[in-house]
């Protein structure tokens, strides 16, 4: 079992593909997999944002072709993913993270594991002066509207996929889907509540005090390369 103080390693993907995100998640995955015993695989955290990408998890009925074909016409790449919850957008100006992470060295509590990223979230709100907060529905909200999608996968113990804060995302992709299968309720950005524009890099550091902060933890640069393009 790792240290409950080992640190985990941050690894800045940029602007990536969400294709090419998710052989990134894999590559970290298999780490912990073939990791020695005696020598357990560091945890990370994957920051990245994506092209214009619509994604559906596991809990979606099968998604009708001729919406995808829709959704693709608009410019937007679309993915089935393993992760949880239902359809959601993904974009320039939105923060994602996936954390790839073994819980052994945590809890071993899926439940515990998404209300400790929810609020992650919520306290990068708090930070901002935002008062965001949970609801019998997923993710983190502003009122009736959310700001950040959370979705994950856990095999094993070792997590993949994990939340999407809107930062200063175009909103307007939102209004071709029923975001993560909501009815009734809209979505929101840091910058929307604000009233400025607020950046990606700035909202990072933020972010990583917050996750320290809930998950006991010290996060650190690492100089791992992500995979060259396929």
């Known amino acids: ?97 996936y954390p790839v992470l073994d819980l052994r060295g945590f809890r071993k509590s899926l439940r515990w594991y998404v209300g400790q990223l929810e609020q992650t979230v919520i306290g990068l709100c708090g930070q901002l002066g935002i008062e965001a907060s949970i609801s019998p529905d997923t993710g983190v909200w502003v009122g009736d509207n959310k700001i950040c999608a959370i979705g994950i996968h ?27 299968g909501i009815v009734g309720k809209g979505v929101t950005s840091v910058s929307e509540e604000l009233g400025r524009a607020v950046t990606v890099e700035e909202l990072l550091p933020r972010l990583l005090d917050s996750f320290s902060e809930h998950f006991g933890r010290d996060v650190t640069r690492t100089k791992t390369p992500p995979l060259p393009p396929g």
Request: glycine residues 8%; contains cysteine.
């Open 154 to 180: 856990c095999g094993r113990y070792i997590t993949s996929h994990g939340l999407a804060l809107n930062v200063n995302t175009d909103l307007s992709w939102f209004k071709h889907i029923v975001p993560c």
């Open 1 to 97: 079992m790792q240290s409950p103080r080992a640190a985990v390693q941050l690894v800045q993907l940029g602007r990536i593909s969400y294709s090419q995100a998710l052989l990134e998640q894999q590559r970290f995955v298999q780490r912990h997999r073939n990791r020695d015993p005696s020598r357990p695989a560091p945890d990370a955290l994957l920051v990245c944002e994506h092209p214009p990408v619509y994604t559906i998890g596991i809990r979606q009925a099968p998604y009708p072709a001729e919406e995808e074909r829709r959704l693709a016409l608009l410019g937007a790449e679309f993915f089935r993913t393993n992760r949880g919850g239902l359809i959601t957008f993904h974009g320039p100006g939105q923060l994602v993270c």
